[in-house]
């Protein structure tokens, strides 16, 4: 079982990487986010599951241990494979999963391609009891509805996808002083400091 990879990416496609490690190239199907985030030369660690065909082994990689284990959970329920499950994983946040069950509101569930009603309602009785329950939310800062929509917007326009750049900006709001949060270009200038400067680099390009 191959259950993790650190080594140096060779190619970053929209779904997959190709890690080499020890002189070999490990092709693996990943998150969007990730494969975005990924630079050719440089280090890429991931957490992986091996899925074992009659046919074919296939890598599946991820960049927490977290969306690791609600991938193996996701493969227990009827009529979920690994592409259903990876589709899972790029469309909603761990913590947005783990929330969805535990609501039994299967309605982000039908919002992912390749997902249909009825297997949208197997994934929330199935996986009940068997995720980790989601992340206490704190107080959200507060933003006015413009400033983010307007930010998520520049950020998703540099190349971001929107659900990571939405992610940023909240994160960036949390730590942004009341005046910044109320500013466009204040936040937008944290959100892409926390973005880190190597792809900014890349969109100005």
Do not use: C, N, Y
């Amino acid at each position: 079982m191959i259950s993790s990879l650190r080594g140096t990416v060779l190619h970053a496609g929209a779904d997959s990487v190709i890690v080499e490690v020890g002189g070999v190239g490990f092709s693996v199907a990943v998150p969007p986010d990730v494969a975005r985030t990924a630079r050719v030369g440089e280090t890429l660690a991931l957490h992986t599951s091996l899925i074992v065909r009659e046919d074919s082994l296939s890598l599946f990689g991820f960049a927490s241990r977290d969306e690791l284990e609600v991938f193996g959970a996701m493969l227990s329920v009827s009529g979920v494979g690994p592409k259903s499950a990876l589709g899972v994983l790029s469309a909603l946040t761990v913590d947005q999963i783990a929330a969805a069950v535990a609501e039994d509101d299967d309605r982000p569930f039908r919002k992912v391609s390749g997902i249909g009603p009825k297997t949208a309602k197997l994934i929330v009785v199935q996986l009940q009891g068997k995720l980790a329950p989601p992340a206490p939310s704190a107080a959200p800062a507060v933003v006015p509805d413009d400033v983010v929509t307007r930010v998520v917007t520049a950020v998703a326009g540099l190349g971001w996808p929107e659900r990571v750049a939405g992610d940023a900006v909240a994160q960036a709001a949390e730590a942004a002083s009341e005046a910044d949060r109320a500013s466009v270009q204040a936040l937008l200038r944290l959100t892409l400091a926390l973005l880190g400067p190597a792809k900014q680099g890349a969109a100005r390009g």
